[in-house]
């Protein structure tokens, strides 16, 4: 009785004081990463989703990631109590593509990293992750991999169209077309397409021909920095 309760008095006294100024310091530069993290994956990014929406997360992602380490390293009570809180956090929000995932994890690595107080291993380490996106997608351009543009068609009644259909359209009409998602469901199909064209009017017959096909066809071009032109 008496070990448990000397345990349980360590678990109440165990908690150090946290400093606000270098608090509020790490929070400024966690503020400040996330936000050229946001711009990197905008400009870099190969995501067919809507990449200037989705890098708005990484801002309170990471403050929010180094608040919470912040808070916790200062009481063991509360690390324990964390394991438990967040066994019963479920993320519902679908992760469509890989590379969404891996600029979340650089985002929450931000926050871990100035909530333990390691900020010079943060910047650095996170200078290093931005410089080699940056150098690996200026290579990749220079060599020709990437596509002109993403192609997504969203159609309310997969019974009347299909993706056969589609694929056969962009066939004829496009330079180069390379499937990259495919969601459908009995009321909806969304396909997300890399396409290439010669010229202008080979993209206007495409946009012609696809409409044809249903004139309620939801057609959206995004170059690789994701502005709509549709």
Do not use: W
């Not at 590379?99 to 979340?104: A, F, N, R």
């Not at 990259?180 to 969304?190: N, P, Q, S």
């Not at 309620?216 to 709509?228: T, Y």
């Amino acid at each position: 009785m008496d070990s448990l309760q000397t345990f349980q008095d360590f678990l109440a006294t165990n908690r150090s004081q946290i400093p606000i100024v270098a608090f509020i310091f790490n929070l400024l530069l966690t503020a400040i990463l996330s936000l050229i993290l946001a711009q990197v994956y905008f400009k870099y990014g190969n995501s067919l989703s809507n990449r200037k929406l989705f890098g708005r997360n990484f801002l309170s992602i990471a403050m929010t990631t180094m608040l919470i380490i912040t808070v916790v390293k200062s009481s063991l009570a509360l690390s324990l109590g964390l394991v438990g809180a967040l066994s019963i956090i479920r993320f519902r929000a679908a992760i469509k593509e890989p590379e969404e995932l891996s600029y979340l994890f650089l985002a929450i690595s931000i926050g871990l990293g100035f909530g333990a107080d390691q900020g010079v291993i943060t910047i650095a380490a996170f200078i290093v992750i931005t410089l080699m996106i940056i150098i690996i997608k200026k290579i990749s351009r220079k060599a020709g991999d990437e596509q002109n543009l993403h192609l997504t068609i969203s159609v309310d009644n997969p019974k009347v169209i299909n993706v056969e259909e589609i694929v056969d359209t962009l066939k004829t009409h496009c330079s180069t077309i390379n499937l990259k998602r495919v969601d459908e469901t009995a009321e909806f199909l969304e396909a997300s397409f890399l396409v290439e064209f010669d010229d202008f009017q080979q993209f206007n017959e495409t946009k012609q021909a696809l409409q044809k096909l249903d004139g309620k066809m939801k057609i959206l071009f995004l170059d690789n920095r994701g502005v709509s032109s549709l």
